[in-house]
Each structure stands twice: as structure tokens, then as C-alpha cells.
């Protein structure tokens, strides 16, 4: 079965300074998409980032960056230059490619300190 | 831009009552979802579509019904309403199937 693991139910940053979150998968298929999905308080699941399998180059979108390792099926969220807005649930999700469903993880916790 | 909205936000059911949580996406997408979300938990598939006439189960779908009549609109309909379906229900819909955009939500208690 496909799994998706967050293993760091929280995590802390302080404003300005930079902060990972972890994400590992347990997939066979070679075709697949992975995603990271903000959810502030208001609970509306907001798309950071998105990374096609296939593509070596980690995705970067503004502030956000992933590393995505193949072979060791992890695929981390790098946040840069934390601002308050930042603090939310963050979730990891899976689709393979021939799929219709998104498989989350439980989600990290991220709190900004001012 | 509306995006996917859905009605009611919130909602307090007694048991066995039915309910229909309406979606709807103005983005001419063709795959349409139902997701709900436990406390602590990520989102779990209830049910999707393809395309406008095609349905199919998601990971949880007992309890539940859904109807694609057109390519706007995916509802969701709760049959015998029971405690374990308190959650929070959140529809989307993607053009490629591949990146999935969110509706706000709906909070439903069965009470």
C-alpha cells in the first residue's frame, strides 16, 4: 500500500530564519506526483508545490523549495526567510500517475516566532 | 475567480438524518473529489469523477452517495446520517487530474 510519513507532528521557526519539513513515501510505481498542501487555521488546503516524478530539478516556487530524493523516496519542504504567515499544517501528498487518489500524510505543525 | 465553492460551511445534524453538501467549480474542470478530514488526520478520498455521467469509490465511501450530472457540479449526499461522519468535507477539482484545488470546506456534526 502507498504511505505517506511526516514524521514531525510539529516543528518551530523563527520569523526570517529558515526551516525544513520532512516527508518520506512508500511507493513501486515509477509514475507519480508529489505535492505539499498548506492548511491555515481557516482549514482551506492551499497548493505550495508540486514535483513530478520524472523531473530530476527540484521544484521552487518563491520562498518554497523541495528536495526530492528519488531513490531514497523523500521528498522535504524548505522554507526560506519564514514570515508569520507561514504558520499552518503542512501536509505531503502522493498520486501515482494513472491514480485519482491523493494520498496524505498527517501533516506538520509549523509555528513562526516573531 | 470563485474557484470551487461549497455550501453549507457548517452544518449539525441529528442522527439519521440525510444531508446534501452541494459543490460546485467554475474552472471548466473535468475531475471533480470529495475529501474528508478527521481531527489530526490528512484528507481521505470519498469519492471522484471524471468526467460529467462517471462516478467512482474513493478510500471511505460507505455512507455516501454522489451524482455528476454536469461538469460544474459534484454533490455529496449523506444517507442515515451517523456519528462517525462528523468531519470536515472538502471538495476539488483538477483539469489533468494531477494538481487538485480545494474548496473551503464544510464542517459537519452528527449529533
Known amino acids: 500500500a502507498q504511505t505517506v510519513t511526516q514524521s514531525q507532528p510539529e516543528m518551530s521557526v523563527q520569523e526570517a530564519e529558515t526551516v525544513t519539513l520532512s516527508c518520506t513515501y512508500d511507493?513501486?510505481?515509477?509514475?507519480?506526483?508529489l505535492f505539499w498542501y498548506k492548511q491555515p487555521p481557516s482549514r482551506q488546503m492551499i497548493l505550495v508545490i508540486r514535483q513530478e516524478a520524472y523531473k530530476q530539478q527540484n521544484a521552487t516556487e518563491n520562498r518554497f523549495s523541495v528536495n526530492f530524493q528519488k531513490a531514497a523516496k523523500s521528498f522535504s519542504l524548505k522554507i526560506s526567510d519564514s514570515q508569520l504567515g507561514d504558520a499552518a499544517m503542512y501536509f505531503c501528498?502522493?498520486?501515482?500517475?494513472?491514480?485519482?487518489?491523493?494520498?496524505f500524510g498527517k501533516g506538520t505543525k509549523l509555528t513562526v516566532n516573531p | 475567480n470563485a474557484g470551487v465553492t461549497q455550501t453549507p460551511k457548517f452544518r449539525i445534524l441529528k442522527i439519521g438524518q440525510s444531508m446534501t453538501l452541494q459543490c460546485t467549480q467554475d474552472m471548466n474542470h473535468n475531475y471533480m473529489y470529495w475529501y474528508r478530514q478527521d481531527p489530526g488526520m490528512g484528507l481521505k478520498l470519498i469519492y471522484y469523477s471524471v468526467g460529467a455521467g462517471i462516478t467512482d469509490k474513493g478510500e471511505v465511501p460507505n455512507g455516501y452517495n454522489v451524482s455528476r450530472s454536469t461538469t460544474e457540479d459534484f454533490p455529496l449526499r449523506l444517507e442515515l446520517a451517523a456519528p462517525s461522519q462528523t468531519s470536515v468535507y472538502f471538495c476539488a477539482s483538477s483539469v489533468t487530474g494531477n494538481t487538485i484545488y480545494f474548496g473551503e470546506g464544510s464542517w459537519l456534526t452528527v449529533v
Open positions: 511507493t513501486s510505481e515509477s509514475d507519480y506526483y
Open positions: 501528498a502522493y498520486k501515482p500517475g494513472g491514480s485519482e487518489k491523493l494520498v
